[in-house]
């Protein structure tokens, strides 16, 4: 069988669950190639070690370069800052790599589009690890509404708050600073709730309104030291504008006490409505406006083998997906587009959209008026 | 015991509601004067005479110029559709009667502030019957969030989306144009989270972005003979900054399919969350970031006797208040604003400030640019 | 217009209550006669005067022993304790009143069968108030049922479980006396879960194997002085069988912490299925054995004017009933049990029958094996 | 690095969930050994070997009893129907290997006993997958309970009911048969819930009180070509009583309509609450009995790192886990169990429980009493 050599950078969070993903995916879906978990970086040799061993690499380096430039290796697989992403992600690129990169794929729109047309003159494969676009729930969002089941779409709200940063005492780290992260909450959440709404409606966002706040404008460094300003924001909120006309908002934020994992949307047509909450993340609510006025109400679906790729997981409906599992079916994903040629969503190209999208919105808070994109 | 004599105008949904609150608010609360449902308009004489023995009202009549002057007459009590609102206040003002108003108040502001500044010069008492703020679960949201229990707010969201216009079928009526309604959907429910982001921050809203939308844009006539346009929004969306730098969103809505009776709303603040759907009135969500981190979630807070105005009604907890409850709530501030000079609100006054609001939501889209409140 | 003179006898929880909805229920449903807050009697005059003003009666009495004989009374209606319901419906029955009373019907079924057996030899109508089948919500589900829509019932699951008593500390009193009290939960709570099982299946249980339990066997006297034994259970569940073969399970309980007012049930049939929570109690879960597997799930239908006597309320759907609501449309159907001979459900007969069911547990519980009613 | 190889019998459902978490099993928890997915056999040659390379197993063999005798094999796992389940067992044992099986353990209790007899005689390590055991929110049900946190249990109640025979069209198969499957509902979804009721309680249950009973007599055979009848029970209920005198019940249904993953249960306490329902797996309900009043309420605690084994599959709270993830961590157990000498739980012993009280609770029915275990 066909294999493909991973080369991971990063094991932090992310790096951690692709390594899982990629270890079991094979079990779960027939693939058109074998991923390899074969060479993995980290900041320096010992810890590379020591990380390979747990996520059972086969090699490890403390020097990324020496990684992306490894003939052996087929894939890099991008888990570090996001503030890395560009360089790395040239580099592989410049030795013929695919690239499986995190999100958000750069700082801001103008690096991602050196990074895209990098690839796409390089011929190689990408794609941007927006990984609640696997959720089964959500691609049977997807498919309800391109089948028109719900109509036209007249309304888009979505929202991904957490509350990592609410306590004004975490301290300022890389999240925190323009140069390390770009944009705040609006780039490391928004990005999401962007991508899910371009993903779900169908539709490029054409405008854009925002309005982005720093409410914790300082915070100590990690070692108490002292206070540094806060570089980001803590909070967006944009108004949308979707090429079709269809209108929407979206919310970001870092600082929404309460919210853990707080991905969620309501897509209101002509026919109906979807309601989903990505802390209950097997549970779609349908709303159908027709059959007797008495039994109309929003329908829970319990993710199960009839939607899809939940049948790999379980032949059993309600039996639930974990958040591991979205990485699996990225990871399926990402080895049918590059082994099967498959497409893949979202690559460079797509990723870029959604750094213009921040940009736009950034600028649009800046000057008070509406922004459009081409 | 001391009385007040109700004259009611209109008898459709909200006239009828006003009289079963005004028939239970006695034996619920004590009361500083008694309600006598006195006097019953509506447009002839067969109809109000007949409301007038279905609700138990004491006299009838097909002309409120009638009611209004009627020397019984203590309060005028106005259920007739938005646009009859001015000339009816303004009559019962030149009468020195007291008004009880539905909302909005008036179909713009320079209307609704000559009917506040009537009613200041002539010494009457007002109120508005923005009944949502009457609930307990409501109330005590207030209450949470001006004791500082979830620390200073951060971030405000709210939407009133409804779907009684979902289906395009559903008739032009004076709902949908701007010389009996005003606004559309803004105006109708729109007015309602306004009212209830002022009632629950403590704080004015000082400017506003909105977008506005009309999606159904012809509706037949009611007899099906032609199609007419649509005159105002079924859909709008703001961006709100408030007086102290806060911000937050609204949403309004008549197409929203599959939402009932869809006012929400979500408090953050420094120091937890509040969550609330008025489809479930009687319950609400409190987050706390206090406490070891593995036993923090949102409480479910069943409305209960320790809570707000509730014990009047059962002293067992969870047992549920409905609608018409919320009425009786706002009925008994009405006696007690009237017959013991407690503090109304929301009176014509601060109903203006809806009506501004309102219209700065739609000056805003027309303009595309924040709008400001003095 | 015909009226009904209202005496009633208790004032506590219930008799504000009934005083709320025999006040309202004009304005709500049209009506064959009108209910007339006439009589009042409490355990002395001082206390009965007051009351009889708070809550809107014309004449009050310190005994009501005189309420009953007066001849303007023409229902009674029994607020007061259990242990007190049995001679208070014997001496209105004697009277030839009609009579309104609370739940339990009786301390036991032998009781209760001298007082089913009295008032159908005086030919008096009797209504006995186990509101929550009067919930428009429950109306539905009896509804859904009957009608075969959700097929033949194979398991129905039911409690009534509450924590007013979850508080040791809580003081010893009527209800824990074996006297005053008769049942424990099974009598408090497990009535009402009894009488909904019957009411929803539209079946009789025939048979059942229960068990009791007193978990808190001494509690303090109300002036702590001492402690003294409970006499009754604190929680009891059972097995049921109905007369059609279909099987179940209840639950009672006065110290399930968490739970307010933890009325909820199960109805499972061949082709669907329902769940209700009485702590949301206008939300009804609807779930279909049909259509598309992908789409099957439980609706939540929100009550509204499609439902049983929600119009009367409010047109439009979603607003909420409330815990006085439910006594609103059990005060309708008491007036048209008796001004318009419509059938009253349940009447002492149908009590009776819960009272049967109340000791068949017990004796069951203290012979460990299956009781059977005839 | 220790090494671990697995044999693995039988490839439908739980096969390949096995497969699954065997793989990534290393990459989320450190282990002490390593699992080795080394053989598989299936019913023949061909499906053995499509099978092992679709679930990364080296070898693989149409023979059973070949894998379980094969020298290199250190732990045969068993996911064959539960009839084969004691063969299988006693041929491993026999072989010295450790075995890791699917539950229920056995189709009785005295098939059950011999397994676990032969086990310990063989001093072998044991494991039965009664899996949602592992949910990181259902241990902290257990840490809460047996910390105290909720005071001494009071109450268990329980059910694992699901819809998958609630279609009297789904054919007769091994599920239906009393040779091949035992109980019918009780064995297969009732073995769950008395063993979370003994693991949730720390508890023995002492008495049973049960009602069994099918509902679809006859069933059609898979070719359609007639009826036979249903030798096993479609749902059970049943009355427990634990060693320590607390009262509970729970039900086990194949044809309850709705129900996908229907495993839920309540604990309740002297002082507070849990509820949990495996639908919503990474979620707990938690009310506490104190503080005031007017915020007491459920809280929903999101799994997250602060909670058990948590923290290995994500560092963040509310990001869910599902199906899979549970075998991770049995996976996880067995082999820290085998390799590092902890504790196995439910190993054959505690699994022989499981069927004594199956035998016990259809015992009860048989007779009409309750059935002690020792």
């Keep these: 069988m066909k294999t493909l050599r991973i080369g991971l950078i990063g094991t932090g969070y992310m790096g951690k669950a ?47 370069q020496t990684l992306v430039a490894d003939p052996d290796v087929d894939v890099v697989d991008i888990c570090a800052p996001n503030f890395l992403h560009k360089e790395m ?7 013929g790599k695919h690239v499986y990169s995190e999100k958000p794929l750069a700082l801001n729109a103008a690096d991602a589009e050196i990074m895209a047309d990098a690839a796409e003159n390089a011929g190689i494969k990408t794609l941007v690890g927006f990984n609640y676009i696997r959720n089964s729930a959500t691609q049977l969002a997807r498919d309800i509404v391109s089948s028109g089941e719900i109509g036209e779409l007249v309304h888009f709200r979505g929202r991904h708050n957490e509350d990592y940063m609410a306590d004004p005492e975490v301290p300022h780290d890389w999240h925190t600073r323009r140069d390390t992260a770009g944009a705040g909450a609006l780039g490391d959440l928004g990005s999401h709730i962007l991508n899910m709404a371009e993903y779900l409606t169908g539709r490029y966002i054409s405008e854009v309104f ?14 108490g ?34 919210r853990k994992m707080g991905l969620a949307y309501t897509l209101t047509g002509t026919k109906g409505a979807i309601v989903f909450d990505q ?3 097997s549970e779609l609510q349908l709303y159908k406006h027709e059959g007797p006025k008495g039994r109309r109400g929003f329908t829970t679906l319990l993710s199960g083998p009839d939607h899809p790729d939940y049948a790999a997981f379980s032949p059993a409906p309600g039996h639930g997906l974990g958040y591991n599992d979205q990485k699996i ?21 797509d990723a870029w959209r959604i750094n213009r999208l921040i940009d736009a919105i950034e600028r649009s808070h800046a000057e008070a008026r509406w922004i459009g994109l081409d």
């Design 210 to 223: 925002g309005q982005l706040q720093t409410v914790t404008c300082q915070r100590p460094l990690a070692d």
């Design 279 to 281: 802390e209950r993340m």
């Design 89 to 95: 992600a040239l580099a592989a690129v410049a030795h």
């Design 329 to 349: 079916v990225e990871v399926r994903d990402l080895i049918e587009g590059i082994a099967a040629s498959r497409p893949l969503y979202p690559d460079f190209r």
């Design 18 to 64: 692709h390594a899982i993903a990629l270890r079991a995916a094979p079990s779960v879906f027939p693939l058109s190639a074998l991923p390899v978990c074969d060479y993995l970086a980290e900041v320096d040799e010992i810890l590379a070690a020591r990380k390979a061993r747990e996520l059972g690499f086969a090699r490890s380096t403390g020097d990324w």
């Design 225 to 258: 030291s002292r206070m540094v300003p806060v570089e980001n924001d803590d909070q967006t909120q944009a108004l949308l504008r979707f090429d079709n006309g269809l209108i929407g908002n979206i919310e970001a934020s870092r600082i929404a006490a309460g």
